[in-house]
């Protein structure tokens, strides 16, 4: 089955540091761009960062850059968002796409609540 | 990276057509042809209605489609059916690997 499936949300204090994984399966992974999607509560989707499809190249959006870092590991079909630093403005689920015509596969999404 | 403009809501009813604005910039929307739509229901995973402008995913309904001019691209739903009653989100890449989201539309089927 084609699928990504995310893992690793959670509640955090301020400032804190969280490894969000997504792990791929039923397609060439390593093929794939990759993309993080976040949404906070009843508020729309906003683009995180993209990971090309060999790792060599990243992009981050402005609000997290500096403080967040895609990355993926082809050999275990995974792909990952370290964030450190993190705000209350973070809070957010965690979507991780597949980024081919369109973000074409979306995983079910992981919760990050950052809270004092 | 400032968020593209889509209309915070429209409506319809049953069987008419509605047509969701999503406006740009020449440095995303305007400048390359690569704006995507997705279609969300409450609580739900985004789905990919439309990319590249005018394609159509394989089990996407024809009576959606997809159109650009200049630094507006627009989604338009023909045959408005209840079950259309969503969230839409226009997506656009912004040039240097990144993408731009629009704030999102409310659509709803009277």
């Known amino acids: 089955e084609v699928q990504l499936v995310e893992s690793g949300g959670g509640l955090v204090q301020p400032g804190g540091s969280l490894r969000l994984s997504c792990a791929a399966s039923?397609?060439?992974?390593?093929?794939?761009?990759m993309d993080w999607v976040r949404q906070a509560p009843g508020k729309g989707l906003v683009w995180v960062a993209r990971?090309?499809?060999?790792?060599?190249?990243?992009n981050h959006a402005d609000s997290v850059k500096g403080r967040f870092t895609i990355s993926r590991d082809n050999a275990k079909n995974t792909l990952y968002l370290q964030m450190n630093s993190l705000r209350v403005e973070d809070t957010a689920v965690y979507y991780c796409?597949?980024?081919?015509?369109?973000?074409?596969?979306w995983g079910q999404g992981t919760v990050v609540t950052v809270s004092s | 990276q400032s968020a593209l403009t889509q209309p915070r809501s429209v409506s319809g009813s049953p069987g008419q057509s509605v047509t969701i604005s999503c406006t740009g910039t020449s440095s995303d929307v305007g400048g390359y042809n690569y704006v995507s739509w997705y279609q969300q229901y409450p609580g739900k995973v985004p789905k990919l209605m439309i990319y590249?402008?005018?394609n159509r995913p394989s089990g996407v309904p024809d009576r959606f489609s997809g159109s650009k001019s200049g630094n507006t691209a627009s989604l338009t739903i023909s045959g408005l059916q209840a079950e259309d009653e969503a969230d839409y989100y226009c997506c656009s890449y912004a040039g240097s690997n990144t993408l731009v989201f629009g704030g999102g539309t409310k659509l709803t089927v009277l």
């Open positions: 796409t597949r980024d081919f015509g369109g973000l074409s596969l």
């Open positions: 039923g397609f060439r992974f390593s093929s794939n761009s």
């Open positions: 590249d402008v005018t």
């Open positions: 990971i090309h499809s060999d790792g060599s190249s990243t």
